[in-house]
């Protein structure tokens, strides 16, 4: 596609629930990144992929949050047994590869109730 | 660890010159970005210097390094309506990919 889409756009979910956001990076582009975004504030690094292999996840917050990227285009961020405190955008963005431009996508408004 | 600050909020008339400022405190910070946000829109890389560079100027658009004084800042000449956004400073270290660490954004308000 012309860009990156992320999907669904707005998310609400009731506290305990799993969700499963999507990223469709822009085609050919070999990496991929996940940011987490609060409200006022600037976007955090969760999870790195290159190609279909995760590079580093040191920006997960705990054992809830899960990320693949199982053919090394689209990914899928899990969130496993939702809180609160999950709620959130979260930002996908690729890039071509190595130290380049990361494009963002719109990014997903995640609300847990 | 990395953390990097800015102010939260600036306000400028239609027509003068808006100079954001952003400190970081990594000294390995390979590249500095300058990031647009617009409302429901994503994050828009507006210009980026690598550390080696005091300055870089694109159109509109003057970027400041001061290493020394981990000093960051963005100067955008005859600042438009278009301009109000938010604004986010962000730095990376090496490493070949982009785990950036983003500042808590500056809100631009232009005033017609």
């Known amino acids: 596609g012309a860009g990156v889409s992320q999907s669904p756009r707005y998310k609400v979910t009731k506290r305990g629930q799993d969700v499963a956001l999507r990223c469709d990076p822009i085609s050919g582009h070999v990496s991929l990144y996940w940011y987490r975004q609060a409200l006022g504030q600037g976007p955090e690094f969760l999870t790195y992929?290159?190609?279909?292999?995760?590079?580093?996840k040191s920006g997960l917050p705990n054992d809830r949050f899960s990320a693949e990227r199982p053919e090394g285009s689209i990914s899928t961020l899990t969130i496993q047994r939702t809180e609160q405190r999950d709620s959130a955008m979260y930002r996908c963005a690729s890039s071509p590869g190595g130290n380049t431009e990361a494009f963002f996508g719109q990014g997903t408004r995640l609300t847990v109730v | 660890g990395e953390d990097v600050e800015q102010s939260l909020f600036l306000s400028v008339r239609e027509g003068d010159s808006s100079v954001i400022n952003c400190t970081y405190t990594d000294s390995s910070s390979t590249y500095l970005y300058w990031y647009k946000q617009e409302p429901g829109a994503g994050l828009q890389l507006l210009t980026y210097?690598?550390?080696?560079?005091d300055m870089k100027q694109d159109q509109r658009l003057t970027v400041l390094l001061n290493k020394k004084d981990k000093h960051l800042s963005l100067r955008i000449a005859d600042t438009q309506t278009g301009d109000s956004a938010i604004y986010f400073c962000?730095?990376?270290?090496?490493?070949?990919?982009?785990?950036?660490?983003f500042g808590t954004g500056t809100k631009l308000q232009v005033i017609p």
């Open positions: 962000a730095e990376t270290l090496s490493g070949g990919y982009q785990k950036v660490t």
């Open positions: 210097i690598f550390s080696n560079m």
């Open positions: 992929f290159n190609y279909e292999a995760q590079q580093d």
